[in-house]
């Protein structure tokens, strides 16, 4: 088999945080006069926190000066870290662990590619930071996905080359990321909203080593 690493995202492949991000978002248009839908948040999806808050001002057609958006972007990240505050291992969506162990004794290395600039706290919260070999964070990123620099830097850190990478991604932004940087790629979630996937699954549960051999062999 060609595959010699496995990149994950974090929000939506290893943890479903997505729901905190809408919460803390949805109570910054609250204070702004506008709902912010759950429908609206799927944009949100695997976009940086900058863009995010671009696309809920665009949504509540509000404009504002620089100051005005880093403050609210800094009041989002605090309601986002009160409640990611209380994660636990028991968050990791099902299968995770499991799989990330069969690549582990199979001889693939680990590296976690997300966006997020918290990634590595919610990594510490749910107790998995020691599973990954390399972690590219938000914070670590000069271009928010579909830019590549994520995922290569991921392959740099481990010492292969992109054509020896599969990244497990959810958004959209994400796939394109991942195949801008000419790896391989397997949607999560429902193969009408992820476009350019090589395989979509639903998540890692009914997923194991050999399915991944079967595909790639
Ligand atoms: C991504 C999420 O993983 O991280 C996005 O899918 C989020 O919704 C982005 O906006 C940035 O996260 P953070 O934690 O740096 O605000
Ligand atoms: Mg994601």
Known sequence: MNIRACLFDLDGVVVDTAKYHYIAWEKIADELGFHFTEKDNERLKGVSRMESLEILLEVGKIKIDYYKKEELALKKNNLYLSYIQRMTPDEILPGVIPFMDELKSNGIMIA???AS??????????????????????????????????FLKGAIE????????????????GIDAARNAGM?????GQTENLKNADHVIPGFQKFNFNQLVSWYM
């Open 112 to 114: 976690l590619g997300s």
């Open 117 to 150: 600039k918290n990634a590595l706290f919610i990594l510490e919260k749910i107790k998995l930071t020691l599973k990954f070999d390399a972690v590219i964070d938000g914070n670590k990123v000069k271009n928010a996905k579909p830019d590549p620099e994520v």
């Open 158 to 173: 481990l010492g292969v080359t992109p054509q020896n990478c599969l990244v497990f991604e959810d958004a959209q932004a």
């Open 184 to 188: 391989y790629i397997i949607g999560i």
